[in-house]
């Protein structure tokens, strides 16, 4: 048996529940979580956190450490110790919604939506209102969220565009120089090219493509979700103007001139 099998169990036996009461309580079958305990199936990531939430822990905790042996009070510090030795490694556990085939679905918030997303986007009955969809094309390995943006400072992208985006769950994979939707409570829903700096101040810092928009720093320790663009829905085909502007030698002389601002950035 895995680790996650004999935490299940423990943990299930700790609560005081049969099987069959667990199982109604996450919304599964009792032969599902009997496979889950005896490890004989794996836990999709939604069924995941829904036993990690009844039972208090991280999904994190829940699949990496052998907690089976501890007692509630024990659990109880253990998970107290880890949310201070971890303030901002992991974003969050994110919510999520399955199509009929248990299949990952890509949610869409609109511009209209973007203020509530900010309210519930931890929340599985939110997600559940939003319109949902599938792209084949996509690579099977990660978790999807599609943003409508709004505005002109990502030129050639125009205020309309579907960007939909995988997400990323640890600041550290977070590369310099591309392109992130990034969920703040200071800033909201925002669609910009990002430069890590967490480990130096603990900030990012944010560029617009249309030069017009100042960059600006973000801490944090206020993103609530992070999701890297990896493609685009639009009715509106780009300006060949727009696109002719953005020159490989305008884009080297925009790359400079970040340089710059993040060396300023830096000394101060």
């Known amino acids: 048996m895995s680790i996650v099998s004999n935490n299940i169990k423990a943990l299930r036996k700790q609560l005081g529940f049969t099987q069959e009461q667990f ?3 996450i919304g ?30 991280s999904v994190d905790l829940l ?29 969050k556990v994110l919510s999520i919604t399955v199509d009929q ?9 609109p511009q209209k939506a973007a203020a509530g997303y900010l309210n519930g986007f931890s929340d599985p009955e939110y997600l559940e209102e939003l319109p949902r969809f599938q792209l084949p094309m996509l690579p099977g390995n990660g978790t999807y969220r ?17 960007v939909i985006g995988q997400y990323v769950d640890k600041y550290q994979d977070i590369r310099n ?13 925002v669609y910009k090219r990002v430069f890590n700096y967490v480990e130096e101040n603990g900030k990012l810092f944010l560029v617009s493509d249309n030069k017009a928009y100042a960059p600006f720093e973000l801490g944090i320790e206020d993103v609530l979700e992070i999701w890297e663009a990896k493609a685009f829905i639009s009715l509106q085909f780009p300006d060949p103007e727009i696109q002719a502007d953005l020159t490989l030698d305008k884009l080297a002389n925009i790359v ?7 060396i300023k950035l830096k000394n101060r």
């Open 23 to 25: 199982a109604e309580k």
């Open 28 to 57: 599964i079958k009792r032969s599902l979580l009997g496979a889950y305990e005896e490890g004989r199936a794996d836990p999709r990531l939604n069924n995941l956190q829904n036993m990690a939430k009844e039972f208090e822990v």
């Open 63 to 91: 699949i990496s450490r052998d907690i089976s042996k501890l007692d509630r009070q024990e659990l109880q510090r253990l998970v107290a110790q880890q949310a201070k030795a971890l303030p901002t490694e992991k974003l």
């Open 101 to 109: 085939k248990q299949k990952e679905n890509i949610e869409l918030v």
């Open 146 to 162: 599609a943003f409508e943006i709004t505005g002109d400072s990502m030129l050639p992208l125009l205020s309309g565009t579907v």
């Open 177 to 189: 120089g591309r392109t992130y939707v990034l969920v703040s409570n200071k800033e909201g829903v």
């Open 256 to 262: 400079m001139d970040l340089q710059q601002e993040v």
